[in-house]
Every structure is written in structure tokens, then in C-alpha cells.
């Protein structure tokens, strides 16, 4: 069981705003430690979309923005394309298990 | 370009032991820290294990603690993963992936290139 909280899906119609949530707790988004997001489509391997909470990298559109507070953070997608659907990871380091931890993932379906 | 490629995987039987590695390319090896991530059928991220740039220092995620062992030959520019003892819930495709520039804590930076994952069955 991961203890980084996501929603298991969320979705929204070609154009709108979506977030998807990442709740962690005191002994890793609560400690100051960094969240990272990552996009997986479909068969393919995961790809960094945000790391350090609201950094893209290069290549990322300006459509995907990454926020975080206290024991949560988000990542909102606006502008929703049909190339968006694919499912989405946070991470972030925990200190009492001195491990990285994935959340359990959100799937993105645009309607 | 950075180029991650990891080894065969196939099927084993639980409790034999299989070593997966990973070659990589298009950058400073013995500067990153390197990961294992894995992903079982239809499942999600699971850590599994990480390295520092240098091998002093690895980490791993409680269900391989004992039993995987993480290693880096930085003169050979790999990375592997000894697996033993394994169990029929490791099925899964496993990642080979880089940390991101300036990690200086290899668990709490970002990773930035993944391979495109092997396949390891458990099964008898």
C-alpha cells in the first residue's frame, strides 16, 4: 500500500483544467522533501513531467504545472489534449523508511 | 543521447536467483546516482532499489531488503540488480533509470531517463 495518496482516475473533456492530487504525510511531503511527477502512456516507460514541485522540463508544455503544500501536492493539466490520457505517478523521498516512494498512480481519460 | 538498456529478463522459478543488468550511455555514468523501478502487470510504480554515483551508499524498498542486491561498475558503464530467492509477487518489468542533475540524496531527486524495462516472470 502506497503512502502517497493519488485519486485511482480523473477526467475531463478536450480543453478543460484537470488535477490530480498526491497526499503523503510528516514523514515525506510533510518533511520538505520535493515531489516529482511523472506521465506513463500506455506500454511505454514513465517520463519525468515536473520535478523539484513546479519545475518542467525542457520539452514539458507550459500546460502542465505542478504545485505543493504542507503534506500534499498537485499537478494541473490545462488545455487537455487527447495526448494527455496516460496514467500519472508522484514521488518523493520518505524519511522514515529512507526510500523513494511512488504514489499508486492516476489515470488520466479525456472524454 | 542518454540510452538506457537493460538486460533480458524471462522466466525464472521461485526461489532461484536471476542478475539483470543495465548499459547505459550518452552521459557521465560515474556522476549519477541509478535506480531499479519496477511495474507488475497492470500495477503501478514500485520502487525497488538505488545507488549513489560512487556505490558507497544503497537503499531498498522493504519487500527486496535481504534478498536483491544493487551494484554499479562505472568503469564498465552498468548498473545491475542480483535477484535471489525470488517470489512469484516479483513478477514484474523492471526499469533500469538515471537521478536527475544535482541529486545530492540519490532517494530524494527525481529521475530523469528510464530504459525501456525487461520482463521477469516468477513462475513454476
Known amino acids: ?111 | 543521447q542518454v540510452q538506457l538498456v537493460e538486460s533480458e529478463g524471462g522466466v525464472v522459478q521461485p526461489g532461484r536467483s536471476l542478475r539483470l543488468s543495465c548499459a547505459v550511455s550518452g552521459f557521465t555514468f560515474s556522476s549519477y546516482g541509478m535506480h531499479w523501478v519496477r511495474q507488475a502487470p497492470g500495477k503501478g510504480l514500485e520502487w525497488v532499489a538505488a545507488i549513489s554515483n560512487d556505490g558507497s551508499k544503497r537503499n531498498y524498498a522493504d519487500s527486496v531488503k535481504g534478498r536483491f542486491t544493487i551494484s554499479r561498475d562505472n568503469s564498465k558503464n552498468s548498473l545491475y540488480l542480483q535477484m535471489n530467492s525470488l517470489r512469484v509477487e516479483d513478477t514484474a518489468v523492471y526499469y533500469c533509470a538515471k537521478a536527475g542533475p544535482g541529486v545530492v540524496v540519490v532517494t530524494a531527486g527525481e529521475i530523469d531517463n528510464w530504459g525501456q524495462g525487461t520482463l521477469v516472470t516468477v513462475s513454476s
Open chain 1, 1 to 111: 500500500q502506497s503512502v502517497l495518496t493519488q485519486p485511482p482516475s480523473v477526467s475531463g473533456a478536450p480543453g478543460q483544467r484537470v488535477t490530480i492530487s498526491c497526499t503523503g504525510s510528516s514523514s515525506n511531503l510533510g518533511a520538505g522533501y520535493d515531489v516529482h511527477w511523472y506521465q506513463q502512456l500506455p506500454g511505454t516507460a514513465p517520463k519525468l513531467l515536473m520535478h523539484g514541485n513546479n519545475h518542467r522540463p525542457s520539452g514539458v508544455p507550459d500546460r502542465f504545472s505542478g504545485s505543493k503544500s504542507g503534506t500534499s501536492a498537485s499537478l494541473a493539466i490545462t488545455g487537455l489534449q487527447a495526448e494527455d490520457e496516460a496514467d500519472y505517478y508522484c514521488q518523493a523521498h520518505d524519511n522514515s523508511l529512507t526510500a523513494v516512494l511512488f504514489g499508486g498512480g492516476t489515470k488520466l481519460t479525456v472524454l
